[in-house]
């Protein structure tokens, strides 16, 4: 068995994967979190890796080929001289391994510490409370004996 692209129709991916799966295709569709701005609000949203396309796997023998192309939410099957193109197991399983380090990297999380890197308050150190805004977060920094919270831009802090 081998992994092929298909190309789904747009905005049915979704449908696409649910009627493989109900023909018993193993499908691959890998999405990652987006953290966009609305509203003024981060919001986490999920989105295609490769937009318009998923994977299946498959044996080419299997006589399941002639439906994918009859199947809801399937454009075609990826091909170069009318042959599927085969995708190795490697690029799959590397997929999958760089989804799940996106995923654990993630972005800077409530209680996490960072080192000041410019300004007045260089070399400090502070606990990252909340985004505030795009390009600004609000941090608590340890200055005279007191904690302050204060907002700075985010390339001025650094995991740490």
């Not at 023998?61 to 994918?68: E, G, S």
């Not at 939410?73 to 197991?89: E, H, L």
């Amino acid at each position: 068995m081998a992994w092929y692209a298909l190309q789904h129709k747009p905005a049915q991916a979704e449908r696409a994967v649910a009627n493989l799966d109900n023909q018993g295709i193993e499908c691959f569709f890998p999405q990652i979190d987006v953290e966009t701005i609305q509203g003024g609000k981060r919001r986490l949203r999920r989105e295609p890796l490769f937009r318009g396309y998923l994977f299946i796997n498959l044996d080419l023998t299997d006589p399941v080929w002639h439906k994918l192309r009859s199947t809801r939410g399937v454009v075609r099957v990826v091909s170069f001289g009318n042959k599927p193109a085969p995708i190795a197991d490697e690029i799959i399983q590397s997929i999958r391994k760089g989804l799940e380090s996106a995923a654990n990297a993630g972005g800077i999380h409530k209680g996490d510490k960072l080192e000041i890197l410019e300004g007045p308050f260089r070399g400090l150190n502070a606990v990252f409370q909340e985004y505030d805004g795009e390009t600004r977060a609000m941090v608590l920094i340890d200055f005279l004996q007191k904690q302050h919270r204060v907002s700075m831009d985010l390339d001025q802090v650094k995991p740490g």
